[in-house]
């Protein structure tokens, strides 16, 4: 059975916390709990943590670090992208095929 964790690395590892060294701690200690995966969240609030072409300057790269740290504790590193949203890092990336004329509007920022 594997068993994983959600996790949001940029609250989890703070800066002047977010060495290598620091996250394979935090992930051997899961590890031992019986955590194989861990799904971190690398892109929310209209921020993201990981380097890209298209997203441009990333906050803080948390994604390269946190996957060598996996590595090297046997626990796999699962990339979450929140770009559902009509703002912030998935602005564009998402229109939904509705037609607006029936949605309700408190629904259509969904």
Do not use: N
Request: charged fraction near 25%; glycine fraction near 14%; hydrophobic fraction near 35%.
């Amino acid at each position: 059975m594997k068993i994983g964790v959600w996790g949001h690395p940029c609250d989890e590892f703070p800066e002047g916390h977010d060495s290598v060294d620091e996250m394979a701690r935090r992930l051997e200690t899961l590890r031992e709990g019986g955590v194989s995966q861990y799904f971190a969240c690398v892109a929310i609030a209209g921020r993201h943590y990981f380097a890209s072409e298209v997203l441009g300057e990333p906050e803080r790269d948390l994604l390269a670090p946190l996957i060598e740290a996996g590595r090297r504790c046997g626990v796999e590193i699962r990339p979450v992208l929140g770009l559902g949203g009509r703002l912030g890092v998935g602005r564009g990336l998402y229109q939904p095929p509705l037609d607006h004329s029936d949605a309700p509007e408190w629904a259509l920022d969904w």
